[in-house]
């Protein structure tokens, strides 16, 4: 189905069966690309956390990758602390008690932050406020003026 916000594809994530991550029509990722590591989660969970590694560690090297130049350079310019130095995305899920809905998890969230630099932001155009939209804004200060000026202290 489509995304709503980018008008990209949103496959659905099965674990195991998932070969392309797909981004858009016409841009896809390979699951060699993509290195996903199970590790243990943090936080509270009862006995039940330290025997299972349900969280998962995602990597995904920008430089390496088969993603368009353009896609590439904007991830790169892009000031994120799931991006470090060498240009690798990290993504650490944790949110589920399942590895397979953290690995869902993870992709998805990678599949979302290379959605948000397929689109290209408008560039803003900057207006003046018109003549009559200015004389309206004056018309209703002399008028306001005038109301605060009645309330001033009568001087005798």
Same mark, same amino acid.
């Given at each position: 189905m489509l995304c709503p916000s980018c008008d990209l594809l949103r496959d659905s994530l099965h674990f195991k069966k998932l070969t392309v991550l797909r981004i858009s029509r016409n841009v896809s990722i390979q699951d060699s690309e993509i290195e996903l590591s199970a590790i243990r989660a943090q936080g509270a969970g009862g006995q039940n956390v330290n025997k299972v590694s349900s969280a998962i560690h995602l990597r995904f090297d920008i430089n390496a990758s088969s993603l368009p130049a353009v896609f590439k350079q904007r991830l790169s310019a892009q000031r994120d602390r799931r991006i470090s130095k060498e240009g690798v995305i990290i993504i650490k899920a944790q949110r589920f008690r399942t590895q397979? #809905?953290? %690995?869902? @998890?993870?992709?998805? !969230?990678l599949q979302k932050m290379i959605c948000t630099v397929a689109t290209v932001k408008k560039a803003r155009k900057p207006t003046?406020?018109?003549?009559?939209?200015? #004389?309206? %804004?004056? @018309?209703?200060?002399? !008028?306001?003026?005038?109301?605060?000026?009645?309330?001033?202290r009568v001087s005798e």
């Open positions: 397979e #809905k953290n %690995r869902d @998890d993870a992709l998805q !969230r003046r406020p018109s003549k009559a939209s200015k #004389k309206k %804004r004056l @018309d209703s200060k002399t !008028r306001r003026g005038r109301t605060k000026a009645l309330r001033a």
